[in-house]
């Protein structure tokens, strides 16, 4: 499980890992060739955060992406469970905010992530419809406060997430 919550959904062990050795070893660190290895929570290690903030300022989607690069961030990509968790935690820390809007588009018959990834993790409600046949309307991604993905129009006004 990841630090966040969210399920492990790809994997990159050494060979023979984790073997949990001595009943000792419930963390996981990157070597330095990016393989993964278990090892004792109490060595100290340098680490990666995820900088993500929660912008409580109403813009259009494509004005909340020139304010999060004026920043030097990006409206946020969620590409895993964690990512997704990590940034509802976020917003649910910020009372003023039902949904915010996310790095999400619908460009070229399918949805994308603002910097070019293809979406490959989602999170859009069960059996909930991404409504993007209206030219002009709900081609934008935004994150509700149940960690759900919904499609809203681009000119909507909402605060927004960058990372």
């Not at 070893?25 to 900088?51: A, L, M, T």
Request: hydrophobic residues 30%; neutral net charge.
């Amino acid at each position: 499980m990841w630090s966040a919550g969210g399920r492990v959904t790809y994997e990159n062990w050494k060979n023979g890992e984790p073997n949990n050795k001595n009943g000792n070893q419930h963390v996981g660190e990157v070597s330095g060739n990016g393989k993964w290895n278990d090892n004792e929570s109490w060595k100290s290690r340098p680490f990666y955060c995820i900088n993500i903030t929660v912008v409580v300022e109403k813009k259009s989607w494509e004005e909340a992406l020139q304010h999060c690069r004026e920043n030097k961030a990006d409206l946020s990509s969620l590409h895993s469970e964690t990512e997704n968790i990590a940034a509802g935690k976020a917003q649910k820390g910020v009372r003023t905010t039902e949904l915010v809007w996310i790095g999400l588009r619908f460009l070229g018959h399918r949805w994308l992530w603002v910097n070019g990834d293809p979406l490959e993790y989602e999170a859009w409600p069960k059996g909930g419809i991404q409504d993007h046949q209206c030219p002009m309307q709900n081609r934008c991604g935004a994150l509700n406060k149940k960690g759900l993905w919904e499609n809203r129009d681009c000119e909507e006004r909402l605060n927004f997430i960058c990372s």
